[in-house]
């Protein structure tokens, strides 16, 4: 993440993260727990929960009223958006760095980091913002080119001065968010609170992982590239593929799909459990 642009200091942090559902939940926690000691807490709000517990969306909107950096990621549906936008545009201009990601177009331009202001023309090195937003077209091809230009431009954002650096430290939250691990979540609280709140400690930079691969609960790493890295089964009786979402393995929200590997594993099948980032015809 870009140096600091807010003066050093140890003052609490409150960040507020609102997403679509509970996926990394548990990711966010252990964060939380990791980050207490660095005066940082963690709001984690699912807009999944608003309908079933009453009290869940007044809840959000009370954090987001009080957080001191807020990240909006993945509200798309209507009823969502309409929830928390007056929330979100009430605490925009009070909070040190407000971000949504990955989103509709009304949360997407509340975005405010040091000088970047997502509800403004993009000029020069900003425009570059327009180039995540994929084809429309069918197919594999423009998932997987934006996912390239994400890993790619901050690299040539890194010696742009100026704003370009909030644009940066936007692609390199995305980034962050996108590969959730445990590691990648820390990571990403920690280089916002730096650069946009003043807290000390650096972050390192966001951790890579196989966008298509293996997955097993008892192999080394859990994840890798190469399907011959799974355990050789002896006389199987078949053999079952199971295509599974990278997002939950990082996020280690993988139980339910332990469950499967582990009851086809007994009836004597070999199992080739892959993962892909997304399940939208990707070479998984």
């Known amino acids: 993440m870009p140096a600091s642009a807010a003066p ?3 003052d609490p942090l409150r960040v507020v993260i609102v997403t679509l559902d509970n996926h990394l939940s548990g990711a966010v926690e252990r964060a939380a727990a990791l980050l207490a000691a660095e005066g940082i807490t963690i709001g984690f709000h699912a ?8 009290g869940a969306l007044d809840a ?19 009823d969502h958006i309409r929830a928390v936008l007056p929330a979100l545009e009430a605490r925009r201009e009070q909070c ?6 990955m989103s509709g177009s009304e949360i997407v331009r509340l975005t405010r980091m040091g000088d970047y202001r997502m509800d403004k023309p993009a000029k020069g090195p900003l425009a570059l913002l327009k180039r995540l937003r994929g084809s429309g077209k069918p197919g594999a091809s423009s998932g997987a080119g934006q996912m390239k230009m994400l890993r790619r431009l901050p690299k040539m954002l890194r010696f742009i001065p100026g704003t370009a650096q909030d644009v940066r430290a936007y692609f390199l939250t995305l980034q962050y968010w996108l ?6 979540v820390v990571g990403m609280i920690r280089a916002l609170a730096h ?9 390192e930079g966001p951790r ?14 859990r994840m890798a590239d ?3 890295a799974l355990q050789a089964v002896a006389n199987p009786r078949g053999t079952v593929g199971l295509l599974m979402l990278r997002s939950y393995l990082l996020g280690r929200d993988a139980g339910h799909y332990d469950g499967v590997i582990a009851a086809l594993e007994a009836k004597g099948l070999r199992v080739i459990p892959a993962f892909a980032g997304g399940l939208d015809s990707r070479p998984a």
């Not at 959000?60 to 209507?78: E, K, S, Y």
């Not at 293996?214 to 080394?220: D, T």
């Open 195 to 203: 650069r946009y709140a003043g807290h000390a400690t650096r972050a």
């Open 60 to 78: 959000c909107r009370a954090d987001i009223a009080r957080g001191d950096i807020v990240v909006a990621t993945m509200l798309f549906l209507d």
């Open 47 to 54: 807009a999944a929960d608003w309908d079933r517990d009453a």
């Open 226 to 228: 190469r399907a011959d």
């Open 8 to 10: 050093l200091h140890p």
């Open 208 to 221: 890579d992982y196989p966008d298509v691969g293996v997955y097993h609960p008892a192999m080394a790493g």
């Open 96 to 101: 040190a760095a407000m971000l949504g990601l």
């Open 179 to 184: 590969a959730g691990s445990d590691d990648n």
